[in-house]
């Protein structure tokens, strides 16, 4: 669900060769239900092996993940830990969504429609335990950096970019930017073409910097953070009815959090413990260490869940050659 503030966030489009050798640090959670969404046969079927474990969670952070690194970026996983009291009404509304869809692509099923079947199945994506531990396992095979947050992973992750341990937050929704996060990297991918409901649209890897968010917007982060809660946040689902981002723009500006709030008496939430989430969440110092590429190990997460060998030691030796490329370079 996340914040949806986009139509007023000044971006600008960048490509990827311009992240070479920065450190991103990935909203994992976010990442990984991408994958998951999206990964899929064309009546939404997730790929799945012989045993009917889902495996496109593996698949898309194998194959995405080496083709970032070829192009010379360092990642940082960042998994989220315990979650915020405020946020199980979002856990609630998103199952209510997901029983909906389940109604719908058993319909779909029993028509025989299998595009409306993969529309209803991205829906039911779940994220469980077992997937969690998978992904962790096999990111740090391949050499990439997990950190385990004791909160929201994309508070940490802005928490990193914010001590300038790493360059930016990848993810696909604005709340860092409301932690604090400097740099917000969207669309990280090297795919060109996204399928919509009108059709096939280009996308490439955008960059938003929050200082110049606050600027063009002509407020400081603290009436960021009101804007998001008047729109509505995790915390405080649909936030204030008949208020969306221009709306909340006008009323924010020039104000402290008190005078904003202080002209909506009867709110069903607690702004001041909304605000605070966002303002001081809970996130802790953390050593970035990437492990070191273990090809056996890969190989071995893979083979167990019947990936293709060949494509597999294909994928690695395109990585071993973009490494070898990059030290030749150095030593130029």
């Known amino acids: 669900m996340g914040l949806q503030i986009g139509n007023i966030v000044v971006r600008k489009s960048i490509e990827i060769s311009d992240l070479k050798g920065k450190t991103l640090a990935v909203d994992a959670f976010n990442t990984i239900y991408q994958f998951l969404s999206t990964i899929r046969q064309p009546d939404g079927t997730p790929l799945m092996d012989s045993k009917k474990r889902i495996t496109s969670h593996l698949s898309g952070l194998f194959y995405r993940n080496i083709n970032l690194m070829k192009t010379g970026l360092k990642l940082v996983y960042v998994f989220d830990g315990k979650t915020p009291r405020l946020k199980a009404g979002t856990h609630e509304k998103r199952q209510e969504v997901k029983d909906e869809a389940f109604e719908k692509y058993e319909k779909a099923k029993q028509e025989e429609n299998i595009e409306e079947m993969g529309k209803y199945s991205k829906q039911l994506a779940t994220l469980d335990d077992e997937k969690i531990r998978e992904s962790k396992e096999l990111l740090e095979a391949m050499g990439i950096a997990v950190i385990q947050a004791p ?179 150095t030593l130029f």
């Open 151 to 329: 909160g929201e992973g994309e508070a940490e992750a802005s928490f990193l970019a914010g001590n300038k341990q790493a360059y930016a937050v990848a993810s696909q929704d604005y709340d860092s930017l409301l932690f604090g996060a400097p740099i917000l990297i969207q669309n990280l991918t090297l795919a060109r073409k996204r399928k919509t409901i009108s059709g096939y649209v280009n996308i490439g890897p955008e960059l938003i910097e929050l200082e110049k968010v606050l600027n063009s917007l002509q407020i400081n982060l603290d009436q960021l953070i009101c804007l998001g809660i008047l729109c509505g946040t995790d915390y405080n689902l649909g936030g204030i009815k008949g208020i969306g981002p221009k709306k909340a723009l006008l009323i924010v500006k020039n104000k402290a959090p008190a005078i904003i709030f202080k002209q909506f008496p009867d709110l069903d939430f607690d702004w001041q413990e909304v605000f605070s989430l966002f303002k001081k969440p809970d996130v802790r110092e953390a050593e970035i260490k990437f492990p070191k590429l273990n090809k056996e190990k890969i190989r071995e997460i893979l083979l167990e869940h019947e990936f293709s060998e060949e494509r597999i030691n294909s994928a690695l030796e395109k990585l071993d050659e973009a490494k070898e490329k990059g030290k030749q370079k």
